[in-house]
């Protein structure tokens, strides 16, 4: 049995993995982001209350794991920023770990088990309240040591103001730190800050893509925008990877009409269109996150690989 934990901002949610068809959630328990200690302990207690003793733990984790150092930086756990996080969690639990950043077993779980079955390149795109990824290779991910492959969301597409009448669009900054990212503009946040800076009113990214499927004008000059922005640079990456298929995820994957305008604009700009749905709404269920850190733990075991 693999003990596996969806380490995020607000909570970690816990599940028992005894095989990749038998996966059972454990319920959830608040993160202590600020103290390193009350967070081992989080774990110890889950480790004491499963039905066996795991025979390893695996995590998927809101953060990036540094592939040299083996070091974290989770901006929104800081209490687990610095540490050489497997090492660490080893030490202080007495078993195996496994680590995975989020998209990443996203990623994982669509290809393996979600949509993305059967395809040999898979790329995990979550479009909610930031633009993340992974990318899977033959049911694997190429990164598996960490890193940040499948992470478009970062790397400016607008360095500077655009002024190209009758559209003005300024340079947002990022989280990352950087200015006019692909995250600023076409995450969640980001169509409510294209709508704000079209329309000079406030709307939730669900009322505007809600509003563009009703046929509203501002609605639809806004999805209009957020379509063209995003359409390039995902054609860019699918003639860079190749994927047999986008498995789309996040808050505003809800929409199949988004999506599926979505994929028409992709498919416009790549140089192979497939003549089928590139990108799909992933279908729901267990938790990715869960999913991803089972495959990957039971990857060491028979049932891994069955």
């Known amino acids: 049995m693999i003990l596996c934990f969806d380490i995020g901002g607000s909570a970690i949610k816990i599940a028992e993995a005894h095989a990749l068809t038998d996966i059972r959630p454990m319920g959830r328990v608040p993160t202590p982001g600020q103290d390193w200690d009350a967070f081992v302990g989080v774990l110890r207690a889950a480790i004491a209350g499963a039905s066996v003793r795991p025979a390893r733990l695996a995590f998927s984790i809101a953060g990036a794991i540094d592939p040299d150092t083996g070091r974290a930086n989770v901006a929104n756990i800081p209490c687990l920023t610095g540490h050489p996080l497997r090492h660490d969690l080893e030490a202080a639990l007495g078993l195996p770990v496994d680590l995975a950043n989020d998209a990443d077993c996203f990623a994982l779980a669509e290809a393996v088990l979600g949509v993305g079955r059967g395809h040999p390149v898979v790329l995990g795109l979550i479009l909610g309240t930031g633009v993340g990824g992974g990318v899977v290779v033959n049911g694997a991910l190429i990164n598996p040591g960490g890193g940040i492959a499948g992470e478009l969301g ?31 503009v076409c995450s969640a946040r980001g169509m409510e800050k294209l709508h704000r800076h079209l329309h000079e009113t406030e709307a939730d990214s669900r009322a505007i893509v809600a509003g563009w499927e009703a046929g509203e004008e501002a609605a639809t000059q806004t999805i209009t925008l957020w379509l063209e922005l995003l359409a390039g640079p995902l054609a860019m990456v699918q003639n860079l990877l190749g994927t047999g298929v986008i498995a789309v995820g996040g808050g505003l994957s809800t929409s199949a009409p988004l999506i599926a305008a979505l994929d028409r604009a992709v498919q416009a700009r790549i140089l192979r269109p497939l003549g089928r749905p590139l990108l799909v709404p992933v279908q729901g269920g267990l938790e990715p996150g869960l999913v991803g850190a089972a495959i990957i733990g039971l990857g060491h075991g028979a049932e891994g690989k069955a």
């Open 154 to 184: 970062h790397g400016p597409i607008v360095q500077r103001r655009i002024e190209a009448p009758p559209l003005t669009l300024p340079a947002f900054p990022c989280g990352c730190g950087q200015i006019g990212c692909l995250d600023a």
